[in-house]
């Protein structure tokens, strides 16, 4: 009885074990999903710069953070009276490029213009512009692109689940080895120690 009962607790240690590797391992190695959709509110003037709301603009205006694979909507709002455009500037060169995503020309008028993109596969962190004369200069802040599904506290989260269920096997296997030590029983003595009868 007791050789199946201890056949039976190793049986179940070792599965449950494995359940909790394969559990971390997926959990670590699990990517989060991609083409979140992204709103901001971006409000220009060319002596101010940009900001996410009207009274907060800047020169550099604020940064942007997206992943590849974004739909991101901009809503565009023109402080100046003057007609402004939005584009990311990957090469830096204060020129809108053909490959570079450009939103529809906003403003004088004040009122709000949306526009979608969805961000490309181009990582780092750019400049984005208005496209309009000097405001390149004026008008500025930066977007970093990460890669896919990176940065996000679910990531770290499932990280930090993945190496406290692994932390926890580690003890369980420890704990169950040290109590089989202590509860063997010694093995008998060799034939030529005992005694003659």
């Known amino acids: 009885m007791g050789r199946t009962v201890w056949t039976l607790r190793r049986r179940i240690l070792v599965v449950g074990t ?3 590797l394969l559990l971390a391992t997926v959990g670590i ?4 999903s991609a083409r979140r959709d992204i709103v901001f ?20 205006g604020p940064t942007i953070e997206v992943w590849v694979g974004d739909n991101v909507t901009l809503n565009l709002t023109s402080l100046d009276g003057r007609t402004h455009t939005w584009f990311i500037d990957y090469d830096n060169n204060s020129q809108r490029d053909a490959v570079e995503p450009r939103s529809n020309p906003f403003g004088p008028s004040r009122t709000p213009v949306l526009w979608n993109f969805t961000v490309s ?12 004369g000097s405001d390149v200069n004026t008008m500025w802040g930066n977007i ?26 580690v003890v369980a296997i420890i704990a169950f080895v040290a109590r089989r030590s202590r509860s063997m029983p010694p093995p008998p003595p060799p034939e030529e120690d005992r005694p003659s009868p």
């Open 144 to 169: 970093t692109v990460s890669p896919e599904g990176t940065g996000s506290f679910l990531d770290l989260g499932v990280v930090v689940v993945g190496v406290i269920v692994l932390a926890i096997a």
């Open 41 to 60: 509110q971006l409000f220009g003037s060319r002596t101010a710069g940009w900001g996410f709301t009207n009274t907060s603009l800047t020169r550099p």
């Open 18 to 20: 494995l359940a909790c």
């Open 29 to 32: 190695s699990s990517p989060a």
């Open 121 to 132: 596969n181009v990582t780092g962190t750019f400049r984005y512009r208005s496209d309009r």
